[in-house]
């Protein structure tokens, strides 16, 4: 079944950076899109970034555009979340998914895994 198992969250200050990693197994990642979506209390959840499997595009949600970037490693079947810049209402919990298809459609509504909590606070 789709697992997914993040790490790299963390409390830091205003300004800093946290670098997310997520494993993937369970399915052939290689073929499908994956991303990052994060909740925080009392929020929506979000879908913030994405990469296609189909030609490699990317999409960012408005509030990390600039500030996050995500990739990806199909041999080692990980994407990675780069964070700068981040603020407090960057506090959230993050979580890695896919809905099983090529592109960032749906990838925060479909399988995800359980988290990993990013603290941002001075």
């Known amino acids: 079944q789709v697992q997914f198992a993040e790490s790299g969250g963390g409390s830091v200050q205003p300004g800093g950076s946290l670098s997310l990693s997520c494993a993937a197994s369970?399915?052939?990642?290689?073929?499908?899109?994956v991303g990052w979506l994060r909740q925080a209390p009392g929020k929506e959840r979000e879908g913030i970034a994405c990469i296609s499997t189909d030609d490699g595009s990317t999409y960012y949600a408005d509030s990390v555009s600039g500030r996050f970037s995500i990739s990806r490693d199909d041999d080692k079947k990980t994407v990675t979340l780069q964070m700068n810049s981040l603020a407090p209402e960057d506090t959230a919990v993050y979580y890695c998914?896919?809905?099983?298809?090529?592109?960032?459609?749906?990838?925060?509504?479909?399988?995800r895994g359980q988290g990993t909590q990013v603290t941002v606070s001075a």
């Open positions: 369970g399915f052939n990642f290689y073929y499908y899109a």
């Open positions: 998914g896919t809905d099983l298809t090529t592109r960032c459609t749906g990838w925060y509504q479909g399988f």
